[in-house]
């Protein structure tokens, strides 16, 4: 399984984008890339996920290095709602989740 | 549409006691996901459903741990002879088929006295 390196944690002004980094240095070629988070008390929530090219939706953006080592999950307006344990998860395909500790977002007003 | 469902959202017992957790997946899923989730850590995966049977059991830590899905939908998570390392945040999650996205549920706080 690829091991992930996030950031502990992390501040951004409300209305700002948030960049969140990941580094899965060890990522095989055909495991894709997911971001869940995590509201306080909540369950993981699905944000987005990719395997080599950059991904688009409602939530967020995903950017995809070329030699698919690191990502950057980007809000691009973060407000205080966004403010969450954020989790990068390298999958296989495998049904094992590996969430580590992620890296905590606060947004500030 | 409905989400993941989890009951109860909070259990609190006391050591030795039998606890059983219940999970309502997605309707059509036919994959169901357990994890636990300590304080301060990322959940942890427990066992993995297709269908009725237990696909792969190896995240639980011990037998007094056991989970099933007679009828392929609703699972339950049974815990025997309850230790006060038991408590953490008891997660469910479900995906359309086990290569799909998991969509989890907002878990069942478990507190042993």
């Known amino acids: 399984d690829a091991k992930t390196t996030q950031p502990p944690s992390m501040d951004c002004a409300e209305g700002r984008a948030a960049n969140l980094p990941c580094n899965h240095s060890t990522i095989s070629g055909n495991e894709y890339v997911y971001w869940y988070r995590q509201i306080h008390s909540q369950g993981p929530q699905y944000i987005i996920h990719g395997l080599k090219n950059n991904e688009t939706n409602e939530m967020a953006s995903l950017i995809i290095t070329e030699d698919r080592k690191s990502s950057t999950l980007i809000l691009p307006h973060a407000t205080l709602r966004d403010t969450a344990v954020y989790y990068c998860i390298p999958g296989s395909g495998t049904y094992k989740y590996i969430f580590g500790t992620g890296t905590r977002l606060k947004v500030l007003a | 549409g409905a989400g993941v469902s989890q009951t109860p959202s909070n259990k609190v017992t006391e050591k030795g006691k039998y606890v059983e957790l219940r999970c309502d997946p997605i309707?059509?899923?036919?994959?169901l996901y357990w994890y636990r989730q300590s304080l301060g850590q990322g959940p942890e995966f427990l066992i993995y459903f297709q269908g009725t049977g237990a696909a792969d059991d190896s995240g639980l830590p011990n037998d007094r741990f056991f989970a099933v899905r007679p009828e392929g939908s609703v699972s339950t998570l049974k815990i025997q002879r309850t230790e006060r390392g038991d408590s953490a945040v008891y997660l469910c999650a479900s995906s359309l088929g086990v290569w799909e996205t998991q969509y989890f549920g907002p878990g069942t706080r478990l507190l042993v006295l």
């Open positions: 309707s059509g899923h036919t994959a």
